[in-house]
Nanobody, 124 residues
Framework: QVQLVESGGGLAQAGGSLRLSCAAS????????MGWFRQAPGKEREFVAA????????NYADSVKGRFTISKDNAKNMVYLQMNSLKPEDTAVYYC?????????????????WGQGTQVTVSS
């Protein structure tokens, strides 16, 4: 059974940093891309960042470029999202996701697996 378990959310001040972690288990993810999405209250879930499991290819939403960094540790089956220069508009529930596809965009278009989410709150 595939499991994606997020951790590391919490409260931060504007300008601060948080690091999210996603522990993946239950299958081999070599053909997958791993990503982060977020959903703010009253808004649709949106793509944040993704990384190819087998290659160091990344993709970011324009709103987080230069502030967030996605990384992975293949040996530990972990994916991370380092969030710097946080803004109040980054407040949301953050979800880890895994999907297959020829490209990251394709993989993140309809992820096969989702975590339960972790709350990130940024105060002004």
């Amino acid at each position: 059974q595939v499991q994606l378990v997020e951790s590391g959310g919490g409260l931060a001040q504007a300008g601060g940093s948080l690091r999210l972690s996603c522990a993946a288990s239950g299958r081999t993810f070599s053909s997958y891309a791993m990503g982060w999405f977020r959903q703010a209250p009253g808004k649709e879930r949106e793509f944040v960042a993704a990384i190819s499991w087998s290659f160091d290819i990344t993709n970011y939403a324009d709103s987080v470029k230069g502030r967030f960094t996605i990384s992975k540790d293949n040996a530990k089956n972990m994916v991370y999202l380092q969030m710097n220069s946080l803004k109040p508009e980054d407040t949301a529930v953050y979800y880890c996701a895994a999907g297959e596809g020829l490209t990251i965009r394709q993989a993140m278009g309809d992820p096969s697996y989702w975590g339960q989410g972790t709350q990130v709150t940024v105060s002004s």
